[in-house]
């Protein structure tokens, strides 16, 4: 399941882009909470980003996620497309 994953360990994701990113952040949830919280990824080599769930906050095994990749003129996508709506 996700939550072995990601939990305490580096999870990769590969973000193609045309323009240069400011940030690609993991967005998480334990199900059932209401709000998101956000782990900054960490750019590794060329468009390959890590980052992991820290297990200290995850109370389940349930985990929702998505991905952002915002660049530096504020533009932002999001994996998968059906993702919340971020404030």
């Known amino acids: 399941n996700i939550f072995d994953v990601l939990v305490d360990r580096p999870s990769r994701i590969k973000a193609i882009h045309d323009r240069e990113l400011a940030e690609v952040a993991l967005h998480y949830r334990c199900a059932g909470e209401q ?13 390959s980003y890590t980052g992991s769930l820290p297990a200290e ?5 349930t985990v929702e996620f ?9 533009h ?10 971020l404030p």
């Open 66 to 74: 998505f991905v952002t990749a915002t660049d530096h003129e504020g």
């Open 35 to 47: 709000t998101w919280r956000q782990e900054r990824m960490a750019l590794r080599f060329r468009d």
């Open 76 to 85: 932002r996508s999001v994996w998968p497309a059906s993702a919340p709506r």
């Open 57 to 61: 906050e995850m109370r389940g095994e």
